[in-house]
């Protein structure tokens, strides 16, 4: 990724239309600084174009409508007055959905400013006399075409325009799954196979072509009583996942949570991701959202905690428990990493700085971690950092333990500091200061996990070929092998053992709600939520947009149901 050379002029509201309030990017080229070379300025142009999915991917961002709307994330009040936030996070899991959830329009905001920062390099790129240019411009094509496959999935609505100065043309459906493929293949024949995965690569918009196909039933009559996957979709799914595989550039990784450790750059299974390089000040919200207030997993930040966030629900645990019984869900090595040897060997209370790292995965039970007294960390006779349990001190109640408890829910009970089971999927930044800053792990997109299983599920869905989907699934669950033993081949498959095997592999990835909405599993019931409605399975329009376009009537119409 390229440092971001630029100035944003930002105003919130539907700057797609003229007339509507702007937020407009005046970016710094070999007009508008001196000093420049071409090349330093067909940079400038495009760095823009990638800034915002940082933001987009936010916890509280994309994050939430993909994770807290299904059964993987729950967020109570936490002790009953926490992440109360006017309810928006109970709206959100419960599928009560309004127009005015600063959630929604944040993310909406923050997807069309990326389209906005798309068709300015698009018109911008091709004055440019570097040679760069050409692949840049069609790395800014395809991220626009992939801003408008966020619209698409969140809003069932795309914006269609080239020329800056026009009013967007708005298209749904089919005509919109129409248009994001076709941009998405213009953009390929001119983007390059090796390039960092923050960038769009030649693979990477395979993978996004294999997604696109693999939904467009979906997107195409999202609110079908049941959706019409066609041969020729799936076919299509299996091209571009055959193309990725074949281009043998790509390996599953041997620890799965390498994957989402801070140096994660260098990858070979990620396709493409988020750029979140600690000097970029990306964010690292994903690994302290979840976390404990009183889990303190730097020895040399005592202010960086985490924040009693969401939980995953009894209903999603309860697929990895009822899988592995009579097993514990914990042998599967997807599910929980120990790092903190205390868990199995009680005597194991000091550990050296360097090399104390918390726990990963799915964390249950009593935690133990660094006590902090007085603003500093308890230490050993010998200088290494004391561990033991873990009680709410930062909540004022000394005596409650820091218990994750399978419930979790709206009552009082289940809605207590320690209440349900948290999640530490992503490392948390070893450079972080507060637990909210200096994000260094590279948030997933598509990586190659995920492209065996469209695989297999496109097998299933043109002609249910089981064997051949049953073989992508095991070659994805045998090559976690770093801590034996992998997880053990299956011996079936169906479309409700792959719709399981995603939420094993994928689970907190934000893919969790395309996935329900797919398999038709939206409309279920779990934990607090029992809503069938199926129009909820878009969001509303943000009502700030509605109105910034209210000079044009008719122009940009309300999802049905709101």
């Known amino acids: 990724m390229y440092k971001s050379i630029f100035v944003r002029i930002a105003c919130i509201g539907l700057f797609f239309t003229a007339g509507c309030t702007k937020l407009s990017e005046k970016v710094l080229d070999e007009s508008s600084a001196t000093g420049l070379t071409d ?3 067909a940079e400038g142009i495009i760095a823009p174009v990638y800034a915002q999915l940082p933001g987009i991917f936010t916890h509280t961002n994309y994050f939430a409508l993909q994770e807290i709307s299904t059964d993987e994330a729950i967020l109570p009040y936490r002790g009953g007055t926490d992440w109360g936030d ?14 005015t959830d600063p959630n929604q329009r944040n993310t909406w905001n923050l997807i069309l400013t990326g389209l906005s920062r798309s068709i300015t390099a698009i018109n911008a790129l091709p004055t440019n006399a570097d040679p760069s240019s050409k692949t840049f411009l069609a790395e800014a094509k395809a991220m626009r075409a992939y801003y408008c496959l966020l619209s698409l999935d969140l809003f069932g609505i795309v914006f269609v325009k080239n020329d800056p100065s026009e009013v967007s043309k708005i298209i749904r459906g089919k005509e919109a799954v129409e248009y994001i493929k076709s941009e998405l293949l213009a953009a390929e024949p001119n983007l390059e196979m090796d390039v960092t995965h923050g960038r769009m690569s030649k693979p990477a918009v395979w993978g996004l ?10 997107y195409s009559n999202v609110y079908a009583n049941q959706f019409s996957f066609s041969g020729e979709d799936m076919d299509k799914v299996t091209e571009y996942c055959n193309k990725i595989i074949a281009t043998n550039k790509y390996q599953l990784a041997s620890e799965f949570f390498s994957l989402f450790d801070d140096n994660n750059d260098s990858s070979k299974e990620i396709i493409f991701a988020v750029d979140q390089r600690a000097d970029l000040n990306g964010h690292n919200r994903l690994a302290y959202f979840s976390l404990s207030g009183d889990q303190f997993p730097l020895p040399q930040y005592v202010n960086a905690n985490g924040t009693d966030g969401p939980a995953i629900t009894s209903d999603y645990y309860r697929t990895w428990a009822n899988a592995y019984a009579p097993q514990d869900p914990g042998t599967d090595p997807r599910f929980y990493k120990e790092n903190l040897r205390i868990y199995s060997n009680s005597n194991d209370t000091c550990v050296p700085a360097a090399s104390f790292s918390i726990n990963r995965g799915i964390l249950r039970g009593q935690q133990y971690g660094l006590i902090r007294r007085n603003g500093v960390f308890l230490k050993c006779a010998d200088g290494s ?5 873990l009680y709410h001190d930062t909540r004022n109640r000394p005596t409650l333990p820091v218990i994750f408890t399978e419930q979790v829910d709206y009552t009082t009970a289940g809605s207590n500091y320690p209440s349900g089971y948290r999640v530490e999927k992503y490392e948390f930044s070893k450079k972080s200061e507060s637990g909210r800053n200096f994000g260094e792990a590279n948030i997933v997109i598509l990586r190659l996990a995920d492209i065996y299983l469209m695989r ?11 064997a051949a ?3 992508d699934v095991n070659l994805v669950r045998a090559a976690r092998t770093a ?10 498959m169906n479309l409700d053992l792959l719709y399981r095997e995603r939420g094993f592999e994928l689970y907190w990835e934000m893919l969790r709600r395309t996935d329900m909405i797919r398999f038709n599993k939206y409309e279920d019931s779990w934990t607090e939520k029992s809503d069938k409605n199926v129009q909820k399975r878009i969001f509303p329009i943000p009502q700030t947009a509605i ?6 009537p008719g122009y940009l119409v309300q999802n049905p149901g709101y």
Not at 483 to 492: E, I, K, S
């Open 39 to 41: 090349k330093q300025a």
């Open 456 to 466: 297999a599920e496109a097998k299933l869905r043109k002609n249910n070929d089981a």
């Open 547 to 552: 109105d910034g376009a209210s000079n044009l």
């Open 483 to 492: 801590r034996p033993p992998a997880p053990p081949a299956l011996t079936a």
């Open 209 to 218: 072509l294999a997604r696109l196909y693999l939904n467009n039933a979906v």
């Open 385 to 389: 950092m004391k561990v033991g349990p």
């Open 86 to 99: 006017n309810g928006i996070y109970i709206a959100m899991h419960t599928h009560n959905f309004t127009t």
């Open 469 to 471: 989907a049953l073989a």
